[in-house]
Each structure stands twice: as structure tokens, then as C-alpha cells.
């Protein structure tokens, strides 16, 4: 890198892994309202890979890809944010294309939050588009304290959060996983039944599923209950079903940097792998089977 260019993933067309391509381009410049971070890491989600592969969808090609971002503040145009803060942010790339895979991000400082205190960056880079999600889901299903809820595909990046948020307000939480030797990491987490198939679980069992993976919840709903899905699959045909969109939040992401450092939520880094690598870890993400998230460092 030098003063004048900053190394960024970028896409000019939409496509496989060897769309991934490290450009130079000019360092961002800082408006009024925004904060100048260097990234120190950031991590892949689902919707990073759908960008990269969508065709006639998503940001205006070129664009630089990533959603996450944990990293140092260097320049600031706010008082809440000073040159040496470490922060996290989630920027929504596909509406806004300002995309985090840059080792200069520029972003308004409403977007952005002190990152936990007792974790390296690179942890820390887990926390944002996942706790997001997970955090506003739970607040869409609206459950009264001691539901029972279903989580499908129970150890993913976001439904991992989902679950521990879930214990946190008091609700009892069981999980459906894709793997037999995921039960041990569903258990851990402190889910109370983890099973591999639906056809394990009692009918009617459940006040509200939430599912990551794009799975029908077969009778395992109570009958009206709410269902909330996070993945691109259809809904089913359920009177509760329904999809959610992701808000950026900056004064959420302070509360779930406060429940990470007062050790009510666990991150977990599954890989990681250098910028330079960005083609190497799409293509380990894609292959599935993790247990906690891939990061990307700068």
C-alpha cells in the first residue's frame, strides 16, 4: 500500500471464485459524519458469495465486496470516534456499495461501534453482520420470555448467536443441525436438544423456528407460530412464515460488544486466511462444514 492507493477486493463481473480479484485504488476520502478505519479483518457471509455471483443483481460493477469490519480508527470526523479507537462496523454492500474488503474503509459513524475489548479483531470481525442479524430476528419474533423455539441449522454463523441471544432472554432453545458431529458444538453452545432430522422432534413442540438453513419446519410449529427464515430459499406454506432484512445499526452492535465482554456471547473463528488468500477462503467457506466463521486478514 501506498499514501496514495489502498489494496481492495474488488468484482467487475459477476461469477465464480476467480471473479475475486486485489486492486489498487485510490484511499477513500472522509465526509462530514464519516470515520476513515484501517481494517484490520473482516469475515465472509453468505451474502458476500451471492454478491459475487448474482447476475444483473446487487451494487454497480466494479465494486468492492465485504459486509464486516473490525479495525482502527485513522481519521475521524465525529467526537465519538478518535485516531486510535478500536472499532466494528456492518456496512450493507449491496444497497449502499461500500464495501468493507478495503484496507481503508470509510463509513458513517452511525454505522460504527467499539469493538469488545476482550477479543482480538480478528474475533471481533465475527461479531458484526452475524450479531446483526441474529439480535433483530430475535427482536421480529417478539417471543414472550420462556418460548420454546426451534433454530434450524443451529450452528452457523448467525444462528450460533441466535441461539446464545435466545438463552439470554429466557427462552428454551433446541436446535437442528446438518451433521452428526455438529451435536457435540449445538450442545456446547447450550442448546437442550440437537438432533440431525426434524423427524426426531415432537409435533407441535415449538412456539417459533428460526432457521438459517431453508428448511421446511415439517409439524414442529405450534399451530400459527411464528416462523423466520434467513435464507434465499422460498417460504413455506405456513400462515407465520416470513423473511427478514438486515438494518445497519451501530448502537446494536455496542450492545452485543457489551454481552462479549461480559462473556454472555461467544465468538468463534473457524479459519482464517490472509487478504491475499481472499480466492482460498471463498472457496473453503463454500465448502461448508465450519463450525464458527471464516475471517480475512489485513
Given at each position: 500500500m501506498?499514501?496514495d492507493?489502498?489494496?481492495?477486493?474488488?468484482?467487475?463481473?459477476?461469477?465464480?471464485?476467480?471473479q475475486?480479484?486485489?486492486?489498487?485504488?485510490?484511499?477513500?476520502?472522509?465526509?462530514?459524519?464519516?470515520?476513515?478505519?484501517?481494517?484490520?479483518?473482516?469475515?465472509?457471509?453468505?451474502?458476500?458469495?451471492?454478491?459475487?455471483?448474482?447476475?444483473?443483481?446487487?451494487?454497480?460493477?466494479?465494486?468492492?465486496?465485504?459486509?464486516?469490519?473490525?479495525?482502527?480508527?485513522?481519521?475521524?470526523?465525529?467526537?465519538?470516534?478518535?485516531?486510535?479507537?478500536?472499532?466494528?462496523?456492518?456496512?450493507?454492500?449491496?444497497?449502499?456499495?461500500?464495501?468493507?474488503w478495503?484496507e481503508?474503509?470509510?463509513?458513517?459513524?452511525?454505522?460504527?461501534?467499539?469493538?469488545?475489548?476482550?477479543?482480538s479483531?480478528?474475533?471481533?470481525?465475527?461479531?458484526?453482520?452475524?450479531?446483526?442479524?441474529?439480535?433483530?430476528?430475535?427482536?421480529?419474533?417478539?417471543?414472550?420470555?420462556?418460548?420454546?423455539?426451534?433454530?434450524?441449522?443451529?450452528?452457523?454463523?448467525?444462528?450460533?448467536?441466535?441461539?446464545?441471544?435466545?438463552?439470554?432472554?429466557?427462552?428454551?432453545?433446541?436446535?437442528?443441525?446438518?451433521?452428526?458431529?455438529?451435536?457435540?458444538?449445538?450442545?456446547?453452545?447450550?442448546?437442550?436438544?440437537?438432533?440431525?432430522?426434524?423427524?426426531?422432534?415432537?409435533?407441535?413442540?415449538?412456539?417459533?423456528?428460526?432457521?438459517?438453513?431453508?428448511?421446511?419446519?415439517?409439524?414442529?410449529?405450534?399451530?400459527?407460530?411464528?416462523?423466520?427464515?434467513?435464507?434465499?430459499?422460498?417460504?413455506?406454506d405456513l400462515?407465520?412464515?416470513?423473511?427478514?432484512?438486515?438494518?445497519?445499526?451501530?448502537?446494536?452492535l455496542?450492545?452485543?460488544?457489551?454481552?462479549?465482554?461480559?462473556?454472555?456471547?461467544?465468538?468463534?473463528?473457524?479459519?482464517?486466511f490472509?487478504?491475499?488468500?481472499?480466492?482460498?477462503?471463498?472457496?473453503?467457506?463454500?465448502?461448508?462444514?465450519?463450525?464458527g466463521?471464516?475471517?480475512?486478514?489485513?
Amino acid at each position: 500500500m501506498s499514501i496514495d492507493t489502498i489494496t481492495a477486493v474488488r468484482i467487475t463481473e459477476h461469477g465464480g471464485i476467480d471473479q475475486l480479484t486485489l486492486v489498487d485504488q485510490p484511499v477513500p476520502t472522509t465526509r462530514p459524519g464519516e470515520v476513515l478505519v484501517r481494517v484490520v479483518a473482516s469475515s465472509i457471509n453468505p451474502v458476500d458469495c451471492k454478491t459475487r455471483a448474482w447476475t444483473g443483481m446487487g451494487p454497480e460493477l466494479p465494486a468492492t465486496l465485504g459486509w464486516d469490519l473490525a479495525g482502527i480508527v485513522v481519521e475521524s470526523t465525529v467526537a465519538e470516534f478518535a485516531t486510535g479507537d478500536r472499532v466494528i462496523a456492518a456496512s450493507a454492500q449491496v444497497a449502499t456499495a461500500r464495501g468493507t474488503w478495503a484496507e481503508l474503509v470509510a463509513l458513517p459513524a452511525r454505522l460504527l461501534a467499539a469493538a469488545p475489548r476482550s477479543v482480538s479483531l480478528a474475533e471481533a470481525a465475527t461479531l458484526p453482520l452475524a450479531g446483526l442479524t441474529a439480535a433483530q430476528g430475535l427482536d421480529h419474533l417478539g417471543l414472550p420470555t420462556g418460548s420454546r423455539v426451534l433454530v434450524i441449522g443451529a450452528i452457523g454463523g448467525v444462528a450460533r448467536l441466535f441461539v446464545q441471544l435466545a438463552l439470554l432472554a429466557g427462552h428454551e432453545v433446541d436446535g437442528v443441525v446438518s451433521r452428526a458431529e455438529h451435536v457435540a458444538a449445538g450442545k456446547e453452545l447450550g442448546l437442550g436438544t440437537v438432533v440431525t432430522e426434524l423427524e426426531e422432534l415432537g409435533p407441535r413442540r415449538y412456539d417459533a423456528v428460526f432457521d438459517s438453513a431453508g428448511v421446511h419446519p415439517g409439524d414442529t410449529l405450534v399451530p400459527g407460530g411464528p416462523y423466520l427464515s434467513i435464507s434465499d430459499d422460498p417460504l413455506p406454506d405456513l400462515p407465520g412464515a416470513r423473511g427478514m432484512g438486515i438494518q445497519e445499526d451501530g448502537a446494536g452492535l455496542a450492545r452485543l460488544a457489551d454481552l462479549v465482554d461480559a462473556g454472555s456471547l461467544r465468538l468463534r473463528v473457524a479459519e482464517r486466511f490472509a487478504l491475499r488468500d481472499i480466492r482460498a477462503a471463498h472457496q473453503r467457506f463454500e465448502a461448508g462444514g465450519l463450525v464458527g466463521k471464516v475471517v480475512i486478514e489485513f
